[in-house]
């Protein structure tokens, strides 16, 4: 059984789309209905539609993936009409909310927390707002707004999609007001922001929005992710359900961020190069997984990481 659950919400496998990849629009949203992905994760949306940031906004070598994509999507009206439709294939549906203002997420989880969603991820960490701030990093600011979205907390299960954090002390922080807030969960990782590569015969970035800079992910992020996850489960004591998302290509990689403490995982990178059939093969080879290392339910060694 390699289920799981979150917030009394039933995902039948492991892994789904992590947001902002295969995501935007109703089609692609319609092919992860169709495909294994065990949960529908909506693209970050705000109040009005949005193009994002000009081209060349992605970037991939085979190892380095880097994006500027700058929050396209198609506002949150639209994503709320989605919904229904949505729920025709009887797995999670779930929107991610990444106002451009604390009041713009408060109206938007206001709106998603009346709507037959099944969970929201409120994004506070888009690394590629021109001139904006992530909230996420600003400690009084994430637990302000966590007190002002506390009562929509027992609407509809919300969790926060975070940023990388470099240091325990800040782990130990956030997890502190984590842990009184009413979330439901948290997502580990975002994207590394503020990453640069640079291509020398054109002797410019690889990217044109944000000066050349934007998000990191694929395989180089996996070790920042898996600890991440992991110090967070230490610090919250098990106590708060994660999402584990960062470089996720196999079986084993979806294996280690459930030792490390994640609940459920998110495939982003793989997704975007492979499309939504890539959930088949991850489902299969990760029961045969669990299967020779004899686990027949997840929980069985989530969190069990050893150490020295
Ligand atoms: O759309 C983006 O540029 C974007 C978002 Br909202 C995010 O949360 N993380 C990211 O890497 N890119």
Not at 32 to 57: D, F, H, Q, V, Y
Not at 72 to 86: R, W
Request: proline share 5%; glycine share 10%; with cysteine.
């Amino acid at each position: 059984m390699i289920s799981f659950e979150l917030a009394g919400v039933n995902f039948s496998t492991p892994a789904y789309n992590a947001a902002g990849v295969y995501d935007q629009y109703a089609e692609e949203l319609n092919k992860l209905g169709a495909s294994e992905s065990s949960a529908i994760l909506m693209k970050s949306c705000t109040i009005e539609p949005r193009e994002g940031n000009p081209e060349p906004r992605y970037y991939y070598n085979g190892q380095v993936s880097l994006q500027a994509m700058g929050l396209p999507n198609l506002g949150h009206q639209a994503y709320l009409e989605l919904i229904p439709s949505l729920k025709i294939y009887q797995k999670p549906v779930i929107a991610s909310v990444a106002g451009l203002t604390v009041e713009d997420n408060l109206k938007m989880l206001t709106d998603f927390a009346n709507s037959d969603v099944d969970l929201i991820e409120l994004n506070l960490s888009c690394p590629n707002l021109t001139g904006k701030n992530q909230l996420a990093y600003d400690l009084a600011g994430v637990s302000e707004i966590l007190i002002k979205i506390k009562p929509l907390c027992s609407k509809k299960p919300i969790g926060l999609k975070l940023p990388p954090f470099y240091t325990r002390h800040q782990i130990q922080a956030y997890s502190q007001i984590f842990l009184n807030s009413g979330l439901a969960f948290i997502t580990c990782i975002n994207s590394i922001g503020n990453t640069l590569v640079i291509d020398i015969e054109k002797e410019r970035s690889v990217l044109k929005a944000n000066n050349g800079f934007g998000g990191l992910s694929g395989e180089y992020i996996k070790p920042i992710g898996l600890a991440n996850v992991r110090m967070f489960y230490e610090e919250t004591a098990g106590k708060l359900p994660i999402i584990g998302v960062g470089g996720i290509e196999t079986a084993e990689d979806i294996f280690a961020y459930i030792l490390a403490g994640a609940t459920g995982v998110q495939i982003g990178t793989k997704l975007w190069h492979e499309g939504p059939e890539c959930f088949k093969k991850l489902n299969a080879d990760f029961s045969k997984l669990m299967n020779k290392k004899g686990y027949s339910k997840l929980i069985d060694f989530q969190g069990q990481l050893r150490s020295y």
